[in-house]
Nanobody, 120 residues
Framework: QVQVVESGGGLVQAGGSLRLSCAAS????????MGWYRQAPEKQRELVAA???????NYADSVKGRFTISGGNDKNTVYLQMNSLKSEDTAVYYC??????????????WGEGTLVTVSS
């Protein structure tokens, strides 16, 4: 009974900024990592950024220097600060949480996605 919910998407002009939020809730015994993925129209889903419970981060080359992933004081929360947005950043952004519950170890839980549209 784990729920992952994203928020913060919207319409923004090229060069603008957005901050996405993701919160995982439910029967969480351990959270191993959280990450952001995106799927653009007519394209496959791709990793954008991820952060481990130890604070180690990874970014897609296309967003390095523009996006920053961070966790809140609540380890079940993660943010994606997106700056200098480009039209090619337009996509549905999904949050993924790798979570151990009472019954399952290291399962991936996905949010429903939040749409980011960058106008050009």
């Amino acid at each position: 009974q784990v729920q992952v919910v994203e928020s913060g998407g919207g319409l923004v002009q090229a060069g603008g900024s957005l901050r996405l939020s993701c919160a995982a809730s439910g029967s969480i015994r351990r959270l191993h990592a959280m990450g952001w993925y995106r799927q653009a129209p007519e394209k496959q889903r791709e990793l954008v950024a991820a952060i481990t419970s130890g604070g180690i981060t990874n970014y897609a080359d296309s967003v390095k220097g523009r996006f920053t992933i961070s966790g809140g004081n609540d380890k079940n929360t993660v943010y994606l600060q997106m700056n200098s947005l480009k039209s090619e950043d337009t996509a549905v952004y999904y949050c993924k949480a790798d979570i151990t519950t009472i019954d399952y170890y290291g399962m991936a839980y996905w949010g429903e996605g939040t749409l980011v549209t960058v106008s050009s």
